[in-house]
C-alpha cells in the first residue's frame, strides 16, 4: 500500500506550545500548525505534523505559544479611538454619554470615521484580537468598511440603527421605516458569507431607542439572513426603570414578549437584571458580551449587582467585549478577560467562579459563535480560517511557563503579542504591523484629535496644570 500524499502548505510553525480549543481543549507542548491559503491545514505533534506536510517556509515557533485569535464582541471603532482618555473618569453612564461622547460622535467626518477606524482596528490586532462585533457606526458605514478592510481584521459591522421618537413632532411611523430600510440596505450591500472577512451586522443602539416595530422587525430580518443584532441594554437603571414605566416589566422580560430573544441576539453590558430577566434569558438562548473593563471604570454596579455568575450558571452564553475608548479606553481584550475572571471570585468570595479555562473559551469560542463565525474561526482545527495569535514567550510574564491556560488569563496581556494571522496573512511580525505605517497613523491621530474635540465645543480636562 503506498504513503499518503504530503499535505501541501504555504508554511509551518514548528516547536510552539499550541492551545487548540478545540472539541477535547488540546493542548500541545512542541506542536505544530500548517496553513495553506486562509485554512489551517494541520495541527498536532511537531513530529506527526511534519512528517504529513510538505510546506513552502518552515517558522521555528519554539519562541510562541499559539491560540487561536481573539473575539470582541463590543467595540467602538468610530467615535471614540482618536479621542481616547479625554472624557473624566469621574463621570457617570448618563453625563459620559450624554454630555461627553454623543457630542464628539456626532462631530466627526467620515476621514475622521475613517482614521478612527483604522486605529481602533490595529490596536485590536497588535492585542491579539483578530475577529470583532462592531457597537454601530456612526456616520459612513461605507468609508469605515474601505478603512477596515485595507487593515485586514475580520469583522461584523452596522451603522447605529434606532428610531425612536424623542422631539415633539417627529413622526415615528416615517423613522421606522427609515431605519428598517437602512439595515436592509446594509445588509444587502455586504453579504455574510464564509469567505467574506467582513460583514453587514444588526447594531442597534439598544437602551430605550428602538420602538417595538423596530426590534420585531430587525430580528425577523436578521433571523431570514442568518445574521445577528447586537445592542446595549441594562448598563444603568434608567433602563429597566423605562420599560417598567412605559409597558409595566422590565426590559428583558419585554423583549420575551415581543418574542425578540433567541440565539441570534447579544445583549451587551446587562447588568442591572432581576432574576426573572435572568431566566428569561436563559430560557431564550440568547447571548450577553460582558464589558468589564467599562463596567469597573463607569461604575456601573456590576460586582455588587451584576447576575454574571447566574447567567453562567444557568448556561447563558457569555462573550467579552472593550467597548469605546472613552470607557474601557483600550481594546486589550486580555485585559477583559483578566477582570471576568477575577471581578466575581472577589465580589462573591468564590474561587471557582469564572474559572482561567472557561474564561478563555469566552473570549474564542464564544466570540465566534456570537459573531456568527461558530466552526470558522475560534479554534486551531484544520478546515478553520487560519487566524491566530503568537504570543512571545521571551518575556518576564511568560516566564516560567509552567500552566499555559494561567498565563494566558493571569499573567499575559497583549503587549506580548508578537504576531497575527488572519486568513492566512501575517498582519503583525515582530509586533510591527505589516499593513499600515504605525507611525504616519499615529502622527495622523496626535494632529486630529485636538480639532475634533474642538469642532464638538469640548475641552480637554486635567485636573493638574498642563503647561
Known amino acids: 500500500m503506498s504513503a499518503s500524499a504530503p499535505i501541501a502548505a504555504d508554511f509551518v510553525i514548528r516547536n510552539a506550545w499550541i492551545v487548540t480549543m478545540d472539541a477535547s481543549r488540546q493542548i500541545w507542548r512542541d506542536g505544530a500548525l500548517a496553513v495553506a491559503g486562509d485554512r489551517i491545514v494541520a495541527v498536532g505533534p511537531t513530529a506527526d505534523v511534519m ?65 478612527a477606524a483604522t486605529l481602533c482596528s490595529v490596536e485590536m490586532l497588535k492585542n491579539g484580537v483578530t475577529t470583532f462585533v462592531e457597537a454601530g457606526t456612526i456616520l459612513d458605514l461605507p468609508a469605515v468598511m474601505e478603512a477596515v478592510d485595507a487593515v485586514g481584521i475580520r469583522g461584523r459591522l452596522g451603522q447605529w440603527i434606532q428610531d425612536r421618537a424623542f422631539a415633539p413632532g417627529d413622526d415615528q411611523p416615517a423613522l421606522t421605516r427609515e431605519a428598517i430600510a437602512k439595515l436592509e440596505a446594509q445588509v444587502e450591500r455586504w453579504p455574510v458569507a464564509t469567505d467574506n472577512r467582513l460583514a453587514a451586522w444588526g447594531c442597534l443602539v439598544g437602551h430605550n431607542t428602538a420602538t417595538d416595530d423596530l426590534w420585531r422587525a430587525a430580528t425577523a430580518l436578521v433571523r431570514d439572513k442568518g445574521l445577528g443584532i447586537t445592542a446595549h441594554m441594562s448598563a444603568d437603571p434608567a433602563d429597566p426603570d423605562y420599560y417598567l414605566a412605559t409597558a409595566g416589566k422590565r426590559a428583558l422580560l419585554h423583549l420575551a414578549d415581543l418574542g425578540v430573544l433567541g440565539d441570534h441576539l447579544s445583549l451587551t453590558h446587562m447588568i442591572h437584571l432581576d432574576d426573572a430577566e435572568v431566566a428569561a434569558v436563559a430560557q431564550s438562548g440568547m447571548r ?83 459573531a456568527g463565525l461558530a466552526g470558522t474561526v475560534g479554534a486551531l482545527v484544520p478546515g478553520l480560517k487560519a487566524d491566530f495569535v503568537a504570543h512571545d514567550r521571551n518575556r518576564p510574564e511568560w516566564t516560567p511557563l509552567l500552566n499555559v491556560i494561567n498565563q494566558l488569563v493571569w499573567s499575559a496581556d497583549g503587549r506580548g503579542v508578537h504576531s497575527v494571522w488572519v486568513d492566512g496573512q501575517r498582519l503583525v511580525d515582530n509586533y510591527r504591523m505589516t499593513t499600515v505605517d504605525e507611525e504616519a497613523l499615529y502622527a495622523q491621530v496626535e494632529q486630529v484629535a485636538p480639532t475634533l474635540i474642538a469642532r464638538a465645543g469640548m475641552t480637554i480636562p486635567c485636573v493638574w496644570p498642563v503647561a
Not at 452564553?317 to 486589550?332: E, H, S, V, W
Request: proline share 6%.
Open 51 to 115: 512528517a504529513q506536510v510538505a510546506a513552502r517556509q518552515v517558522i521555528d515557533g519554539s519562541r510562541f505559544v499559539l491560540t487561536p485569535g481573539l473575539v470582541n464582541c463590543h467595540v467602538h471603532i468610530t467615535g471614540e479611538p482618536i479621542t481616547r482618555g479625554y472624557v473624566p473618569d469621574d463621570t457617570d453612564w448618563r453625563t459620559n454619554v450624554f454630555d461627553w461622547l454623543i457630542p464628539t460622535y456626532l462631530a466627526q467626518t467620515p476621514a475622521e470615521e475613517q482614521l
Open 288 to 370: 450577553v458580551t460582558h464589558c468589564p473593563l467599562t463596567a469597573m471604570k463607569g461604575g456601573y454596579g456590576v460586582t455588587s449587582q451584576g447576575k454574571f455568575p447566574e447567567m453562567h450558571a444557568a448556561g447563558v452564553p457569555i462573550q467579552l467585549g472593550t467597548d469605546g475608548n472613552n470607557n474601557g479606553n483600550i481594546a486589550d481584550l486580555m485585559r477583559a478577560m483578566y477582570l471576568l475572571a477575577g471581578l466575581f471570585k472577589d465580589a462573591r468570595r468564590d474561587g471557582n467562579l469564572f474559572p482561567a479555562h472557561e474564561v478563555l473559551e469566552c473570549a474564542t469560542l464564544n466570540g465566534a459563535a456570537a
